[in-house]
Structures are given as C-alpha cells and as structure tokens.
C-alpha cells in the first residue's frame, strides 16, 4: 500500500510492505522526514519503505529512505524492533548525508 503527500517543500511517498493500516506510524514517517529540509532545504522528493520481516526475531522492522535532491540520490536503510527506531535511524543518516552533499556543492 503506497500514500503520496505533497506539501509546500517536498513530495513524501510511504509504502507498507506486508502490513497495512499504520497510519501513526506513517505520520511518524512523514514528520521525521520533514526534519531534513532544515538541514537541506532543496530536497526534490523523499520515498519511505516500511517493511516487516518473519524470519528475525529482534530486528524485523525495516526502513528504507529514499531523497531526491538536484543531481543525486541518497538512500539509507536501517532495522530495528520498532518502525520508529529504524525511522530515525535512517534520518540521522541521511541527515548526514545530506550535510555532506551541501558541503560538496559549495565547494
């Protein structure tokens, strides 16, 4: 199941894989992702893949994190035993990432 939501700054897409109906955690999602505009304020578009894997016990939700920027794409992923702890995981690194590629361009 995939949701789209386009707000003033940037297009956030969420899918679940093999679960449905999380809507707190994909709000969770949405707004984590918000926070990287501060850190880059031209992101394109972000993808965010919520996953949840049978065969691991302890680490069995995963999350994917796709940025579009002008001239690159960076993608972290992350796995936890909560979606909210793999969520923030994955932004903590491409916030990283993110002040990398800025740094880059103003070389």
Request: hydrophobic content about 35%; aromatic content about 2%.
């Amino acid at each position: 199941m995939t949701k789209s939501v386009d707000t003033e700054t940037m297009s956030v897409q969420v899918t679940l894989r093999h679960s449905s109906n999380h809507t707190s955690i994909e709000e969770y999602a949405r707004t984590a992702v918000q926070s990287l505009a501060r850190v880059f304020p031209g992101i394109i578009s972000c993808h965010i893949i919520l996953d949840h894997q049978k065969n691991d016990v302890e680490k069995n939700k995963l999350a994917e994190i796709t940025v579009h920027v002008p001239q690159n794409v960076l993608v972290a992923r992350d796995a936890a035993a909560a979606y909210e702890p793999a969520v923030d995981g994955c932004v903590d690194s491409l916030a990283r990432q993110l002040q990398r590629h800025k740094e880059k361009m103003t070389q």
